[in-house]
């Protein structure tokens, strides 16, 4: 469980998927974090998003407005994380337009390996993985086991038990 130090100071139910309302850059890493709203903004509030992004960095951790802007109570990054975080599981179920595969560590879109064979019929969800971070000894993150009733027949004759 998570303790309150810990906790987002964002309300829980704005960090799922279909709250992700665009993508933001951290300075210092270069990772591509998501910026939640619970609500579509309008035009205005679109553009003066827009006109802080290109007036402000953002590093991870941070919030991305000032404390007296408006739109500080309306959209959202994730605040209790850091350079050293991986890219956020809710990047990779997002549809949202901008997105792209990167790397689940560092968050690079070059270089992706292709997961083994052997992964994909056992595994719902791979995290992308770029060669550098398996040059640093980093594998691939898993998640959602098939069961045996999702994998392909082709695959259960070869299966090994």
Do not use: W
């Not at 810990?6 to 951290?26: F, H, M, Q, T, W």
């Not at 210092?28 to 402000?56: H, I, M, P, T």
């Not at 594998?139 to 999702?150: A, N, P, S, V, W």
């Amino acid at each position: 469980m998570q303790s309150q130090a810990n906790a987002e100071p964002i309300p829980k139910s704005i960090l799922v998927v279909g709250k992700i309302r665009d993508y933001i850059d951290c300075e210092d890493c270069k990772k591509r974090r998501c910026v939640y709203s619970d609500k579509f903004l309008n035009s205005d509030e679109q553009q003066d998003f827009q006109q802080v992004l290109e007036s402000y960095s953002y590093s991870c951790g941070a919030p991305i407005f000032p404390d007296d802007h408006y739109l500080k109570e309306v959209v959202f990054v994730r605040t209790r994380i850091n350079c050293d975080s991986p890219i956020e599981v809710l990047y990779y179920s997002s549809r949202k337009s901008g997105n792209y595969p990167i790397c689940y560590y560092c968050g690079e879109s070059e270089g992706l390996v292709a997961p083994p064979e052997s992964l994909k019929q056992r595994f719902k969800q791979i995290y992308p993985l770029c060669e550098m971070c398996i040059e640093n000894r980093k594998g691939f993150i898993l998640k959602e086991r098939l069961r045996l009733t999702d994998v392909p027949q082709s695959a259960v004759k070869h299966r090994l038990y």
